[in-house]
């Protein structure tokens, strides 16, 4: 067991990771013990239930169509699996059709109230299941190895949390579609691969690929554009780890590119963050939907 630790940043996690001499997963694992005065067993049976509710809500969601109280959610993953079922994968393979019905799935059950996993955000809550369970089922991932990815994604969001913030009031989608995208990559590679510098590429090459980008929800409520930004996120996390997998290294470091994240987000109006006073928010589609709902 590690002494209680803290860590601000990805090069100090990693300095003290080759310090203990354990693995990321491994050293995170005991860093939670540690911190909330667990034992490691208690913190990876809390993590097995944030586990088995992505899993129920990659199951509920597809079991129906599920439709929101603006209906500006109208049961897209029960589209995709029954076009899926009825007529196959359309555009790729199976596994990618997957990835975005179960990415659906989640994301719809938090537009309908469902009880889902923050992860790091409500809003951006698909991401990680979506990609990581889906590739879990088609690698014939153990649970116990989930769990290990689920501590990696936790600790990255935790650096980003403390450079920035996961907040897309803050630092706009960026920060959130971006940080479950972090999390996401990085926890997907944990399963293949030791390697923290593989980890960390991943986690940076998904925040790069999503700088700058707005919050602008219409209406305010988190549907559009944030379920279906969910599944970009998914896929960006999966080539994310791929690319880092097959040897591709972050040239910027990821602690870097969190600190660009936040310094784009202080520029970022106002308006671009979650006020719904900007970008799709204020289209007059977006505008027309809104009166529609509010007038009942
Ligand atoms: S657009 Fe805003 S509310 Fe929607 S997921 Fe992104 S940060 Fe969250």
């Given at each position: 067991m590690i002494k209680k630790v803290k860590f601000k940043t990805f090069k100090d996690l990693k300095a003290q990771v080759l310090r203990s001499g354990l693995t990321l997963p491994e050293f995170l694992k005991n860093y939670e013990a540690v911190n909330q005065g667990i034992t490691v067993e208690e913190a990876e049976k809390r993590m097995k239930l944030r586990l088995n509710v992505m899993k129920k809500n990659i199951e509920n969601g597809l079991k129906h169509p599920n439709v929101s109280r603006t209906g500006l959610t109208n049961g897209g993953a029960y589209k995709v699996k029954e076009f899926f079922e009825n007529?196959?994968?359309?555009?790729?393979s199976s596994e990618f059709t997957e990835v975005i019905m179960n990415t659906l799935a989640v994301s719809e059950t938090n537009a309908c109230m469902g009880r889902i996993?923050?992860?790091?955000?409500a809003g951006a809550c698909g991401v990680l299941p979506g990609a990581l369970l889906t590739i879990a089922k088609h690698k014939n991932i153990s649970v116990e190895r989930l769990v290990d990815a689920l501590f990696v994604s936790g600790g990255i969001g935790e650096v980003i949390g403390k450079i920035a913030s996961l907040s897309g009031a803050k630092h706009g989608c960026q920060a959130e579609i971006g940080s479950a995208t972090s999390m996401a990559a990085g926890a997907i590679v944990s399963i293949f691969s030791d390697d923290i510098d593989a980890i960390e590429s991943a986690a940076a090459f998904a925040m790069k690929n999503l700088l700058g980008l707005v919050c602008d929800p219409i209406g305010g409520y988190v549907e559009i554009p944030c379920i279906k930004r969910n599944v970009s996120g998914a896929f960006n996390a999966i080539s994310s780890a791929e690319m880092a997998l097959a040897g591709i290294r972050t040239v910027i470091p990821f602690d870097e590119v969190v600190l660009a994240m936040k310094r784009i987000g202080e520029k970022?109006?106002?308006?671009?963050?979650?006020?719904?006073?900007?970008?799709?928010?204020?289209?007059p589609t977006a505008k027309e939907l809104v009166k529609r709902i509010k007038s009942g």
């Open positions: 007529k196959g994968a359309l555009l790729l996993v923050a992860a790091p955000t970022m109006s106002p308006t671009l963050k979650e006020t719904a006073e900007g970008g799709l928010a204020t289209t």
